[in-house]
Structure formats: structure tokens, C-alpha cells
Nanobody, 123 residues
Framework: VQLQVSGGGLVQAGGSLRLSCVAS????????MGWFRQAPGRERNFVAA????????YYADSVKSRFTVSRDNAKNTGYLQMNSLKPEDTAVYYC?????????????????WGQGTLVTVSS
């Protein structure tokens, strides 16, 4: 089971970025996808999650109305569209996956993790 994350970079405040997470090795079992981030010197925090069917989503309060989580199961890919970015969104962003159809905000329930991608938002 592997997750490959891409799409990070440097953007000015107010700008947008889209992160992608390609999953492999899940052998047809349903899985939920989550996004977490870790700023320098801080704990890893939940950002957003989407269930297998993409009908249910969770968001951290800090990103609601600015970020959108989605997925395309035909491409085994999850996405995090980030708009109206703020300097406080600067962090390493991680994609994670957990088997099953239920959503979770708890990092401990996610068994598979991508390598992380750095998002830097300049003021």
C-alpha cells in the first residue's frame, strides 16, 4: 500500500494550490482518505477527509469554506483543493488512508501515509 503526494509549492497569500494523492495496493477494498498537516514545531493536525463514495466529508474549522476534498476512484486519486490560502496554512501536508467506509479525524485510525508535500504561503 502506497500513497504518493504531489502539488505542494510556494504561493502568495490569497492564492490556490491543488494537492493530489495517488493510491496503490488497496486491492479493491474501500478506503477513506484524509489530509493532515504539520507546521514547523507543531503537532500534525487534521485538515480534511472524504469517504469511499465521496458523499461525506469532514473539514477542520480553520479550512472550512476555503478547502475542498474530493477523490476519483477510477484514478485511485484523492485531491485537496486549497483556495484563499493564508500564511498560517504553511505546513507539510500529508495524505493518509484507512480501510473501511467510515470517516475519521483521528490520525491514529489511518494506517497508510504518503511522504508529505511542503506548502508555503507567503504574505
Amino acid at each position: 500500500v502506497q500513497l504518493q503526494v504531489s502539488g505542494g509549492g510556494l504561493v502568495q497569500a490569497g492564492g490556490s494550490l491543488r494537492l493530489s494523492c495517488v493510491a496503490s495496493g488497496f486491492t479493491g477494498r474501500p478506503y477513506a482518505m484524509g489530509w493532515f498537516r504539520q507546521a514547523p514545531g507543531r503537532e500534525r493536525n487534521f485538515v480534511a477527509a472524504v469517504d469511499w463514495s465521496a458523499t461525506s466529508t469532514y473539514y477542520a474549522d480553520s479550512v472550512k469554506s476555503r478547502f475542498t476534498v474530493s477523490r476519483d476512484n477510477a484514478k485511485n486519486t484523492g485531491y485537496l483543493q486549497m483556495n484563499s490560502l493564508k500564511p498560517e496554512d504553511t505546513a507539510v501536508y500529508y495524505c493518509a488512508a484507512k480501510y473501511g467506509t467510515s470517516l475519521s479525524k483521528d490520525a491514529r485510525t489511518f494506517r497508510s501515509w504518503g511522504q508529505g508535500t511542503l506548502v508555503t504561503v507567503s504574505s
